[in-house]
């Protein structure tokens, strides 16, 4: 089985992107080594949102990369910075990714809304536009 983690995170101000650009750089890099990383997917949404979805051989492998390196540096600036944010996760067996359209799907019915500061009103009911999936980029391992 393959654990597949799903994120969206809204930037709430233009003044946030270049640290969240420098974070997401590294956080990229960061996952790429990460034990346990199978494969992954990048997709820039509209309104300074974006998606991340990722699978791992564990949910022990995703939890590790999470609490260590760049992405435990970037968590506690995500809630001063984003207006939005939620996560999704499941099992599956296929060790491929569903399409963005698919992952959207599972946020709005097995989402939940992440801890920021300043939420949006959207936010705790994750009411959001339907991604645009287009311009999706892979991450691989090294």
């Given at each position: 089985m393959v654990f597949v983690s799903l994120t969206r995170l809204?930037?709430?101000?233009?003044?946030?992107m270049p640290g969240f650009f420098?974070?997401?750089?590294?956080?990229?890099?960061?996952?790429?080594g990460a034990a346990g990383f199978l494969t992954g997917a990048l997709l820039p949404d509209r309104d300074k949102t974006f998606w991340t979805m990722?699978?791992?051989d564990?949910?022990?492998?995703m939890r590790a990369y999470m609490i260590s390196?760049?992405?435990?540096a970037?968590?506690?600036?995500?809630l001063h910075w984003c207006d939005e944010a939620s996560v999704a996760h499941w099992m599956q067996e296929a060790d491929t990714l569903p399409s963005w359209e698919q992952a959207d799907e599972r946020m709005r019915t097995e989402g939940r809304a992440s801890?920021?500061?300043?939420p949006s009103a959207a936010h705790a009911g994750l009411q959001y536009n339907a991604p645009r999936t287009?311009?999706?980029a892979s991450i691989r391992p090294v």
């Open positions: 809204r930037v709430r101000s233009v003044w946030f420098l974070y997401a750089i590294r956080s990229e890099r960061q996952v790429r990722t699978a791992w564990s949910e022990a492998s390196g760049a992405h435990k970037a968590m506690p600036k995500l801890k920021v500061l300043h287009a311009g999706s």
